[in-house]
């Protein structure tokens, strides 16, 4: 019985690992080789939320939190596009820049070369204590050559997971920026891996 139980838990843990994929579907990074530094930017266009647009998410979440209680939604909202440039974003950066092969910073100016990483989908997860399923997100990323604007090579990941180790992930935003962060993690093993040789 313990057994049983214990090969359930590591099958758990495996499971958000295992649904991850990352694909190229034109060109390559290969341009990078050689690079020291790259440029990041992140947009959020077209972005699905669960089975919604994003403006339909929110809308549904601001109404939602607001009958409960006065100002909730709104400041579901506010938080919902701030937590992007605070806290996903440079979760991203950190993971992408720990002992990688090239750094990424946003707004990199001396860089050649741009990572435009679009998120396509968000799934925010929950956690009620009794109750939890995990953040992901789906993104496209493109290199693109700055001075052109060409680019030069696109990726999918599908299904990155988000939550944090000891279920304290309350928090929709907290859950989000782990999934951003193992993004960043799996783009720079990708780069160590397929454009660096490392």
């Given at each position: 019985m313990k057994k049983s139980l214990a090969l359930l838990l590591v099958a758990g843990l495996a499971l958000p690992a295992a649904a991850q994929k990352m694909k190229?579907?034109?060109?390559?990074?290969?341009?990078?080789?050689g690079e020291k530094t790259v440029d990041l930017r992140f947009t959020y266009e077209n972005m699905k939320v669960g089975k919604h647009a994003e403006a339909d998410y929110l809308a549904k979440k601001v109404k939602?939190?607001?009958?409960?209680?006065?100002?909730?939604?709104?400041?579901?909202?506010?938080?919902?596009?701030?937590d992007r440039m605070a806290r996903f974003e440079p979760?991203?950066?950190?993971?992408?820049n720990d002992e990688g092969p090239v750094s990424g910073s946003r707004d990199n100016a001396e860089a050649k070369y741009s990572f435009v990483i679009n998120t396509d989908f968000t799934e925010p997860g929950y956690n009620i204590g009794v109750s939890k399923m995990p953040a992901s997100i789906n993104a496209t990323?493109?290199?693109?050559?700055?001075?052109s604007g060409s680019e030069l090579g696109a990726m999918t990941v599908v299904g990155v997971p988000g939550s944090q180790f000891g279920g304290y992930d309350f928090d929709t935003g907290s859950r989000l920026a782990?999934?951003?962060?193992?993004?960043?993690?799996?783009?720079?093993?990708?780069?160590?891996?397929?454009?660096?040789?490392?």
């Open positions: 190229m579907h034109s060109g390559s990074f290969d341009a990078l080789k939602e939190y607001n009958e409960k209680e006065a100002g909730k939604g709104d400041n579901f909202a506010k938080s919902w596009v701030a979760k991203f950066e950190e993971l992408f990323i493109k290199l693109v050559e700055k001075a782990e999934s951003y962060a193992k993004l960043g993690k799996e783009l720079r093993k990708y780069l160590a891996k397929n454009v660096y040789g490392k």
